[in-house]
């Protein structure tokens, strides 16, 4: 089984960054497309921005474009979303997820099985 966990949300105002961690304690995250999603109350879960296994290859929802990026550190097993500029629509429980894909990475929920918690970003004044 493959253990997801994220950390590095909290409360940060417009304009403001934030970068979170996805991390896996005992697994290997390299065989893995990583994604981020986001739910904001009331709201669908959202992709927000996905890296692939090996190549680097990464895409991002339109809504995030110029504003994040994600990253992969396969030294320390941890996906990184850097998030610039945040927005108040950017508030939200945001997840990681893993997906045995090979080749590009997409951010469409049914290609991702493992889930992490989810933690929560914040954006207001």
């Known amino acids: 089984q493959v253990q997801l966990v994220e950390s590095g949300g909290d409360l940060v105002q417009p304009g403001g960054s934030l970068r979170l961690s996805c991390a896996a304690s005992?697994?290997?995250?390299?065989?893995?497309?990583i994604g981020w999603f986001r739910q904001a109350p009331g709201k669908e879960r959202e992709g927000v921005s996905c890296i692939s296994s090996n190549d680097g290859y990464t895409n991002y929802a339109s809504s995030v474009k110029g504003r994040f990026t994600i990253s992969r550190d396969n030294a320390k097993n941890t996906v990184y979303l850097q998030m610039d500029s945040l927005k108040p629509e950017d508030t939200a429980v945001y997840y990681c997820?893993?997906?045995?894909?090979?080749?590009?990475?997409?951010?469409?929920?049914?290609?991702?099985?493992?889930w992490g918690q989810g933690t929560q970003v914040t954006v207001s004044s």
């Open positions: 005992e697994f290997t995250l390299e065989p893995y497309a």
């Open positions: 997820a893993a997906d045995p894909v090979i080749g590009l990475c997409v951010i469409t929920l049914g290609s991702y099985e493992y």
